[in-house]
Nanobody, 127 residues
Framework: QVQLVESGGGLVQAGGSLSLSCAAS????????IGWFRQAPGKERDIVAA????????YYADSVKGRFTSSRDNAKNTVYLQMNSLKPEDTAVYYC????????????????????WGQGTQVTVSS
């Protein structure tokens, strides 16, 4: 069964931290870029971070730069997103997704460039 499964979401106060995990099974993972996206109610799905196969030099959206950190453990087929200094505007459903093998941009910010998606995990930051 091909799947990506996110975990670690929840409710946290502003200024707090959460750590998300994305575990892959049934699909090639280690050599692929994995992206983290989020979608708030009534808004488009936007990229938050992306990480390449080696884990070096991840991409971060300006809105989370300096607060979020992405890492991966290829031996465990798992990617992580550490979220610190959370703000109410970070409230959204967070998704991980596997980027297609060939895209025009390495760290693509386009959701259609990602072929497998997790079910999402809710992150709620209270003020």
């Amino acid at each position: 069964q091909v799947q990506l499964v996110e975990s670690g979401g929840g409710l946290v106060q502003a200024g707090g931290s959460l750590s998300l995990s994305c575990a892959a099974s049934g699909l090639a993972f280690n050599s692929y870029v994995i992206g983290w996206f989020r979608q708030a109610p009534g808004k488009e799905r936007d990229i938050v971070a992306a990480i390449g196969w080696s884990g070096s030099s991840p991409y971060y959206a300006d809105s989370v730069k300096g607060r979020f950190t992405s890492s991966r453990d290829n031996a465990k087929n798992t990617v992580y997103l550490q979220m610190n200094s959370l703000k109410p505007e970070d409230t959204a459903v967070y998704y991980c997704a596997r980027r297609k093998l060939y895209t025009s941009t390495y760290y693509s910010r386009t959701p259609s460039d990602y072929d497998y998606w997790g079910q999402g995990t809710q992150v709620t930051v209270s003020s």
